[in-house]
């Protein structure tokens, strides 16, 4: 049997308003789209907020900035990495990380989970 692609629309996900404010949208998975090895994502982050400080312990984690200036801080190093927009980056496994926003809009990140993390992964 042939299957065509699937399809989602950012405008179609309802959010997951987080503290600091911030609102991710995950967009492929296999809830949705039934995809079982990668989970992929949006994630808009308001001006003076982050993503604070996060491990993931098994998985890898890949990101895009599509709009927006950010510094990431990666371990326990100070200066932390500028990054604007059309920057790919990845953090490894196991490392601690945060991502903040440095400019004066939202920044929107694209970000990839494999394996996807628990909750995106069916019951």
């Excluded at 911030?22 to 090895?37: A, H, P, Q, Y």
């Excluded at 326990?76 to 920057?87: F, K, L, N, R, S």
């Excluded at 601690?96 to 996807?116: A, Q, R």
Aim: glycine letters at 8%; hydrophobic letters at 35%.
């Amino acid at each position: 049997m042939k299957m065509g692609p699937k399809f989602v629309r950012i405008q179609d996900v309802e959010g997951t308003r987080k503290e600091p404010p911030r609102v991710s949208r995950t967009l492929l998975c296999e809830k949705n789209v039934g995809l079982k090895n990668v989970s992929m994502g949006v994630n808009i982050t308001e001006v003076d907020s982050m993503i604070p400080y996060h491990i993931h312990e098994t998985e890898e984690e890949a990101m895009f900035l599509i709009s927006g200036k950010a510094k990431v801080f990666v371990g326990d190093e100070e200066e932390g990495y500028d990054i604007e927009p059309d920057t790919a980056f990845c953090v490894d496994k196991g490392v601690k990380h945060k991502i903040v926003n440095t400019g004066d809009e939202p920044f929107k990140l694209l970000w990839v989970y494999s394996p996807p993390l628990p909750g995106h992964k069916k019951e």
